[in-house]
């Protein structure tokens, strides 16, 4: 299984779920897409096998992956304050792969009816998601 970790601005949220992914699942290899060098560079230093950065590299990446995890802000276009491009919303949104989006409420999007727990908390859910998923592939 290919998982592409997708985020932007300075990168946190994407560093913890790599470390979480490679943690929990140390054979999965882990693409760290950032919208910006530095939050690639915090995906790959969090132990990421690959990293690209930019608009082409996610758009590109998303007809090879199996699964993609993000904000959930990565299918709005002009999220990240603007970091996150339409192309890169619609590619992330328009592909079959697999989606884990974290319900964070920001970016004007505001998810209803979730747990109100820590982002933390919210990784953990992604990285069973995640199992669950391979599981069923298998």
Known sequence: MVIAVVDGQGGGI???VVEKIKAAMPAAHV???GTNS???GQMLR???DDGATGENAIVHNMQHVDIVVG???ILNANS??????PAMASAIGGSHT???LLPINRCHIHVVSVEDVPLGKHIDHA???IRRYIEEQE
């Open 14 to 16: 994407g560093r913890a």
């Open 31 to 33: 693409i760290g897409l």
């Open 38 to 40: 530095v939050a690639t």
């Open 46 to 48: 969090a132990g990421a």
């Open 71 to 73: 904000v959930i802000g």
């Open 80 to 85: 990240m304050m603007g970091e996150l491009t």
């Open 98 to 100: 697999y989606k884990v």
């Open 127 to 129: 990285i069973e998601a």
